[in-house]
């Protein structure tokens, strides 16, 4: 992240380098959403999804260590990162909104019109920019809750 004040924010900084959790899962999808959004239109698609990350174990802990505890199986968690962060609600919104402007940004940096399938069904497949969006709802919801500590 680019730490000058006079060319840039550097909460923006610390969230885009966040951000690369989700954009290199996206890339090299390491990724498996499952959901029955894409089921046909007669069955009632549940508005609940899960995501599987499929990184090997050893890319997961290399960035459990960038993250210092805050990856568990989810999204990154931006709440153990800095005392600061912990203590300053409006430092916190701050490094939490500017994510979300990344993951917002990187839903159409990386649209693809495709959705391959996996285990031959519907309901679990890849799309790296529903995986980004569903990203920014879970955080979205997060900041909305106003609690991630």
Known sequence: ??????????????????????????????YIINSDLLM?????????????FTWPESTLVNYRYLYRGVLDGEMPRVFDLDPRFANDARLWYRLNVSL???????VSVNYKPNYPLH???????????LFILLNA?????????????
């Open 100 to 106: 979300l402007l990344c993951l917002l940004r990187g």
């Open 1 to 30: 992240p680019d730490v000058s004040l006079d060319e840039c924010d550097p909460v923006f900084g610390l969230a885009r380098l966040l951000y690369t959790f989700p954009h290199d899962t996206a890339e090299h999808t390491y």
């Open 40 to 52: 046909p239109k007669g069955n009632t698609p549940r508005p609940e999804f899960e995501i599987a």
């Open 119 to 129: 285990y031959g069904d519907m309901v679990h497949f890849q799309n790296e920019a």
């Open 137 to 149: 709802i879970e955080l979205a919801d997060l900041i909305a809750a106003g609690d991630n500590r």
